[in-house]
């Protein structure tokens, strides 16, 4: 199983809304991560988490504030986005980051939109 | 100078084309090298992993690493119109969790 589920798929949001992401793996990786996509462009790193503690905030705006609750969890909690902040946001997963067989696996991704 | 440069394209071929893809990098450092295949709107799919130097085959797609030029490819033998996506190329260190993405190039395979 390397499926990394992400939920929703979809979200319309206001500007005053609080919305949360959800992301869930199973396959026993101990980093998970946080990335935004816009419109033909590469993802954009957001906030990585090793072994449950955060490792990476790429100076993310404090609107976006990322959440761990144990390994195979990860939560995005969202609050007075700008329309600018309308992206796909994608949750990803790899093993710890020791030099161990590094591969990326993404889920499907949320597509936001913020009116 | 960014760390990953790849082609953006767009590419178009015709049904049954050999596709080459390819990135280059700055970092020797890296590791492991991987390409993913990204549907409109999709999440980003891992087609191919390799680590360091060599050639990795799967079925019609076959990724190459070449650490002395700091170049990778990824072809597609007898290309098909669902192969038409955008590929990424992706990159690490053996340390720690950054990922290095090339910026896409986008593939149309024509019936």
């Known amino acids: 199983d390397t499926e990394v589920t992400q939920t929703p798929k979809h979200l319309v949001m206001g500007m005053t809304n609080k919305k949360s992401l959800k992301c869930e793996q199973h396959?026993?990786?101990?980093?998970m991560y946080w990335y935004k996509q816009k419109a033909k462009k590469p993802p954009e790193l957001m906030f990585v988490?090793?072994?449950?503690?955060?490792?990476i905030n790429e100076s993310v705006p404090s609107r976006f504030s990322p959440e761990c609750p144990n390994s195979s969890l990860l939560n995005l909690h969202l609050h007075a986005l700008q329309p600018e902040d309308s992206a796909l946001y994608l949750c990803?997963?790899?093993?710890?980051?020791?030099?161990?067989?590094?591969?990326?696996?993404f889920g499907s991704g949320t597509q936001l939109s913020v009116l | 100078q960014k760390e990953v440069e790849q082609d953006p394209g767009p590419l178009s071929v015709p049904e049954g084309a050999i596709v080459s893809l390819n990135c280059t990098y700055s970092?020797?450092?890296?590791?492991?090298f991987m390409w993913y295949r990204q549907y409109s709107r999709k999440g980003p799919e891992l087609l191919m992993y390799?680590?360091?130097?060599g050639n990795k085959e799967d079925g019609r797609f076959t990724a190459q690493v070449d650490k002395s030029s700091k170049y990778i490819s990824l072809f597609i033998r007898d290309s098909q119109p669902s192969d038409s996506a955008t590929y990424l190329c992706?990159?690490?260190?053996?340390?720690?969790?950054?990922?290095?993405f090339g910026t896409g190039t986008s593939l149309t395979v024509i019936p």
């Open positions: 990803a997963s790899s093993q710890a980051g020791r030099g161990v067989n590094e591969k990326l696996f």
């Open positions: 396959m026993g990786h101990r980093a």
């Open positions: 992706a990159m690490t260190r053996n340390t720690g969790n950054q990922f290095y």
């Open positions: 390799t680590y360091s130097s």
């Open positions: 970092n020797s450092a890296f590791q492991y």
């Open positions: 988490y090793s072994y449950e503690k955060l490792s």
